[in-house]
């Protein structure tokens, strides 16, 4: 839960964790029963469509592997748990929508039990499916959790799919109070979770206190949280958590190889959360806090108040071996990406990559935390390959501590800002450079970088920051044939054609 906030070759792709996530290997056997279910149903009914139950918990007190239980329209005042799991042989067992009806599980009457509850919980299941559903108005004014979605202990294959969670809230004053949007807990070892789906979501006007609106902590492994519109809440959009004590073993209290995809995160600031004090804005659209092996891609991230953090809050421990790539991180209000803890005692980040990302006009506060800032226990991380284009303070890497001499290689980039080449401000262990030459000659990075400007498309008009024609930044990228670095762009298209290759999250069509 969060109030504040020897590199290695990452050999993870998304296609691989993808691949891995989607093979589900699963064949239908006999038994797939339709069960269904309506607010003015009975539970003495047959549970067809016709005659449906009443309550979602006695249909899935009847439901086996392989069976669905559809939902009609109306409200469910109902805290929803998983009997069983479903299995690899028969399939899953789906709780979802019934086509083209919205039905919504209402927690506004309800308390939360036990200390932290979901709407729905899935508790050491698997093969079990949540989809086309509408959580909401759980709420909480004391220090339990209520949370839309909990998925905790150990299981694999979980799909929560095309939901959309909104109003759950502590009300709890300070860093006392919790509430999540989804929160997927791995709590055993050596099992994980694992295979876990978050797929197509809107997770959105959350009060979430000291936790976040999508929560990945502890021993989970091989997911993937893709495709989500996350919005207007009051702390972090997406979070990767590892050593927060989660599972009972250190060796596995990691959240791990993952993927999160073509996610469209905004909205998220902590500035009225009473759990940061004096209106601070910290709270991060995506961030890694301790995990390793993600690849973060696609990504369109923006009017949040960081963009994109890799840290970590626990001292001696680091975010290791992310990949972010490929994403539009722009109009955030603190600072596009921040690397590194937030203090010298805690942890850091360490063999990171963030390349073919598209900065535009970050620290709309004006904060001077500028376009990426590096913090404390940063270590071999590389910056390569991406377009930064900052507002009129032209602050573009802002290391304003000493504790690591080289936290991240920088170079092949392309730097703008209207006011010029001479204008620009870096920061590097703590002291300061006016324009880009005198910054290469005290640091020795971004000697092969660029200083023109990448002539988007329509940035400030309508955020396209494709390539428009003579773009300083086509063909201005290092190739350096490693598909690490992203065989598409943002749109898909190929990146690598045996020439040069382009900066930036596009490639010039």
């Known amino acids: 839960m969060r109030r504040d906030r020897s590199w290695t070759p990452l050999r993870l792709t998304v296609q691989g964790v993808v691949a891995a996530v989607l093979c589900l290997c699963i064949t239908a056997g006999s038994h797939a029963a339709q069960f269904h279910v309506a607010p003015d149903g009975a539970n003495a009914n047959a549970g067809t469509r016709d005659a449906p139950w009443a309550t979602i918990a006695y249909a899935l007190a009847q439901a086996e592997p392989g069976d669905t239980v559809y939902l009609h329209d109306g409200r469910y005042p109902e805290r929803v748990r998983f009997p069983r799991s479903g299995s690899r042989r028969d399939g899953f067992i789906t709780l979802r929508n019934a086509p083209g009806e919205r039905p919504v599980i209402d927690g506004s009457d309800l308390r939360v039990e036990g200390g932290e509850q979901g709407l729905v919980t899935i508790a050491d299941r698997s093969h079990v499916r949540v989809q086309g559903l509408h959580l909401t108005g759980f709420r909480s004014s004391d220090k339990s959790v209520p949370m839309g979605v909990f998925v905790t202990g150990a299981g694999s294959h979980i799909q929560l799919l095309d939901n959309r969670v909104t109003r759950i809230e502590t009300h709890q004053p300070g860093c006392k109070g919790n509430a999540l949007g989804i929160a997927v807990y791995g709590r055993r070892a050596p099992e994980p979770l694992s295979q876990v789906r978050i797929r197509g979501n809107e997770i959105a006007y959350l009060k979430t206190g000291c936790s976040e609106s999508v929560s990945v902590n502890g021993n989970v492994t091989g997911f993937e949280i893709s495709h989500n519109h996350i919005h207007d809440n009051n702390n972090i959009g997406i979070d990767v958590i590892g050593h927060e004590g989660m599972a009972p073993d250190p060796r596995f209290d990691i959240a791990r190889n993952g993927v999160i995809a073509s996610n469209t995160v905004h909205g998220i600031t902590s500035s009225a959360n009473s759990a940061y004090p004096d209106g601070e804005m910290a709270a991060g659209g995506i961030y890694v806090d301790g995990g390793r092996d993600v690849v973060i891609e696609r990504n369109r991230v923006f009017d949040n108040d960081i963009g994109i953090e890799l840290a970590s809050e626990h001292g001696g421990k680091a975010t290791r071996n992310v990949l972010v790539r490929n994403n539009l991180i722009y109009n955030n209000r603190s600072m596009g990406l921040a690397i590194g803890g937030y203090a010298p005692d805690v942890g850091g980040a360490e063999g990171c990559r963030i390349v073919h990302n598209t900065f535009y006009h970050n620290d709309t506060a004006r904060s001077w935390g500028g376009e990426v800032v590096i913090q404390h226990n940063a270590r071999d991380n590389l910056f390569k390959n991406n377009i930064v284009y900052a507002n009129e303070q032209a602050v573009f890497i802002n ?32 002291q300061h450079f006016q324009g880009m030459a005198a910054y290469v000659r005290g640091t020795g990075n971004d000697r092969r970088s660029l200083f023109a400007d990448p002539r988007f498309v329509a940035a400030r008009a309508v955020q396209d920051f494709r390539l428009g024609h003579r773009s300083a930044a086509i063909d201005a990228g290092l190739n350096i044939g490693d598909s690490a670095f992203g065989d598409l762009d943002f749109e ?6 045996g020439g040069a290759v382009d900066v930036g999250a596009y490639e010039y069509d």
């Open 399 to 430: 290391y304003y501590v000493e504790s690591t001499p080289q936290p991240l290689i920088s170079d092949h980039n392309l730097f703008y800002a209207e006011r010029g080449r001479s204008a620009g401000q870096w920061q590097w262990r703590g």
């Open 492 to 497: 898909g298209r190929p990146r690598f054609n």
